[in-house]
Nanobody
Framework: QAQLEESGGGLVQTGDSLRVSCAGI????????MAWFRQAPGKEREFVAC????????SYADFVKERFTISRDHAKNTVNLQMDSLKPEDTAIYSC???????????????????WGQGTQVTVSS
């Protein structure tokens, strides 16, 4: 399993932007589909966005469409999530995950991923 490390979380206000990043430590992310999930206090982990191995295909949860953008940088071995127009309900721990499946398109199911980072806290104040 790969070691994943998130960074970039923080405290922002409603309407602000924030960019979180996920770096592969010791293992390449280049050949794998990647995803971001989030978990708010008292709630289950939920899918946010995913990107396929070459960046040609992405998928987003309905609640972040038009606001969040997932991207990847193969040279830096990172996957990023640009979050714009943040809302208080976006407050959660954001975790990146590496897929256990080799597929053309990325999946939305937690079970599709077998390597997870510790997460980074994003807090949006009203």
């Amino acid at each position: 399993q790969a070691q994943l490390e998130e960074s970039g979380g923080g405290l922002v206000q409603t309407g602000d932007s924030l960019r979180v990043s996920c770096a592969g430590i010791g293992r390449t992310l280049v050949d794998f589909n990647m995803a971001w999930f989030r978990q708010a206090p008292g709630k289950e982990r939920e899918f946010v966005a995913c990107i396929n191995w070459n960046g040609a295909s992405t998928s987003y949860a309905d609640f972040v469409k038009e606001r969040f953008t997932i991207s990847r940088d193969h040279a830096k071995n990172t996957v990023n999530l640009q979050m714009d127009s943040l809302k208080p309900e976006d407050t959660a721990i954001y975790s990146c995950a590496r897929s256990r499946l080799y597929a053309t398109t990325c999946g939305r199911a937690i079970g599709d991923y077998d390597s997870w980072g510790q997460g980074t806290q994003v807090t949006v104040s009203s």
